[in-house]
Antibody
Framework: QVQLKESGPGLVQPSQTLSLTCTVS????????VHWVRQPPGKGLEWMGR???????YYNSALKSRLSISRDTSKSQVFLKMNSLQTEDTAIYYC????WGQGVMVTVSS | DVVMTQTPVSLSVAIGQPASISCKSS???????????LNWLLQRPGQSPKRLIY???KLDSGIPDRFSGSGSETDFTLKISRVEADDLGVYYC?????????FGAGTKLELK
């Protein structure tokens, strides 16, 4: 059974760095790509970036200067790091393959 | 970036009636590998999105055949033959052909 689960801090201060982890089960990160998507409260979905099965990454150009995606295949984990957070980065952050995780709500506030 | 234009923004449908949602892309979604990476997702209230359809018309496992997808190049449609109460929520199209992948703005399906 394929599962993805996001974890990370619920509250981040402005200008700080967000670190999230996506832990997957039921498949190998060396066989499937995993994407990160976010959704501000009450708004639509924004694609952030992708960790490809071969380790290649691609980022949304709007976030590229602040965003980094990496992985640890031995732990079945994909990581998202985004720096210089602002209040407009407040959102639910999802990791997804075809299936979606439950999401983690991140609030940027002092 | 590829712009995905979804219409209508909202849709009010009675149970048992059909529904149709359009998604138009600003450029062709045919990939160099010949496939068209167009997905449809449903986000029920308070839930994560769920993929319903991939590659334009292929239903995900467990998705009832009341749902169907069609289209090509830049013009795509999601149809529900008979709306049920469980179908309520926001529908999104998502293109995975070009980077960055992009979503439509969503169509809210409500009960009439």
């Amino acid at each position: 059974q394929v599962q993805l689960k996001e974890s990370g801090p619920g509250l981040v201060q402005p200008s700080q760095t967000l670190s999230l982890t996506c832990t997957v089960s039921g498949f190998s990160l060396m066989d499937y790509s995993v994407h990160w998507v976010r959704q501000p409260p009450g708004k639509g979905l924004e694609w952030m970036g992708r960790m490809k099965y071969d380790g290649d990454t691609y980022y949304n150009s709007a976030l590229k200067s602040r965003l980094s995606i990496s992985r640890d295949t031995s732990k079945s984990q994909v990581f998202l790091k985004m720096n210089s957070l602002q209040t407009e980065d407040t959102a639910i952050y999802y990791c997804t393959r075809a299936e979606w995780g439950q999401g983690v709500m991140v609030t940027v506030s002092s | 970036d590829v712009v995905m234009t979804q219409t209508p923004v909202s849709l009010s449908v009675a149970i048992g009636q059909p529904a149709s949602i359009s998604c138009k892309s600003s450029q062709s979604l045919v990939h160099s590998d010949g496939k068209t990476y167009l997905n449809w997702l449903l986000q029920r209230p308070g839930q994560s999105p769920k993929r319903l359809i991939y590659l334009v018309s292929k239903l995900d496992s467990g998705i009832p055949d009341r749902f169907s997808g069609s289209g090509s190049e830049t013009d795509f449609t999601l149809k529900i033959s008979r709306v049920e109460a469980d179908d309520l929520g926001v529908y999104y199209c998502l293109q995975g052909t070009h980077f960055p992948n992009t979503f439509g703005a969503g169509t809210k399906l409500e009960l009439k």
